[in-house]
């Protein structure tokens, strides 16, 4: 069956960066699009962007242009997002989904703290 | 961006009992191939959301058929019939016309 499977919690310090990760399987990882969410407890869901694991090609809300960076990996049918220059702002639950999200992964926690 | 807003903020629903809940969207979701880009999620506690409606009438797979979708351009609704002690959560609409994809702010469904 589809599965998404996400890295574990982080906690990161301001100014620094992490990369998430959303290993997936049970499904063709190469034809298919990968999105990202952020969600702060408490709060609704917010769009980032998206990425089709064909050709790494990338749509990205414009409010997290620069703030996101999307990739691929065919070869282990996983798929990234690093997020950069981090502020309490940043800290969130994140999760991937795929196509129109019929998937989605577990989610992982961010906390941005000094 | 397009907003989408829905209501009621809350509904408290007795089991069996049918449940409505509304979404409008800023602008038209519907796309000149006559598709209407309007979906539906559920949150349960501490869960990812999951799909239940998509192109705003269409079923997901596995989603119980007391749950339908039905609406316009710019309004929506969800019903949900003969509520469930697992329907309860966060229902969230979504538009997926345009960049960027956007949500309304969830209304909180409990059982009475």
């Keep these: 069956q589809v599965k998404l499977q996400q890295s574990g919690a982080e ?36 769009w980032i962007g998206m990425i089709y694991a064909g050709d790494g090609g990338t749509g990205y809300n414009q409010k997290f242009k620069g703030k996101a960076t999307l990739t691929v990996d065919t070869s282990s049918s996983t798929a990234y997002m690093d997020l950069s220059s981090l502020t309490t702002e940043d800290s969130a639950v994140y999760f991937c989904a795929r196509d129109t999200m019929a998937y989605w992964g577990q989610g992982v926690m961010v906390t941005v703290s000094s | 961006d397009i907003v989408m807003t829905q209501a009621p903020l809350s509904v408290s629903v007795t089991p069996g009992e049918s449940a409505s809940i509304s979404c409008r969207s800023s602008k038209s979701l519907l796309h000149s191939n006559g598709i209407t880009y309007v979906y539906w999620y559920l949150q349960k506690p501490g869960k990812s959301p999951q799909l239940l409606i998509y192109r705003m009438s269409n079923l997901a797979s596995g989603v119980p058929d007391r749950f339908s979708g039905s609406g316009s351009e710019t309004d929506f609704t969800l019903k949900i019939s003969r509520v469930e002690a697992e329907d309860v959560g966060i229902y969230y609409c979504g538009q997926l016309l345009e960049n960027p994809w956007t949500f309304g702010g969830g209304t909180k469904l409990e059982l009475k």
């Excluded at chain 1, 990161?12 to 992490?18: I, L, N």
């Excluded at chain 1, 990369?19 to 990968?34: P, Q, V």
């Design chain 1, 11 to 46: 906690l990161v310090k301001p100014g620094a960066s992490v990369k998430l990760s959303c290993k997936t399987s049970g499904y063709t990882f190469s034809t298919s699009y990968m999105s990202w969410f952020k969600q702060i407890p408490g709060q609704s869901i917010e």
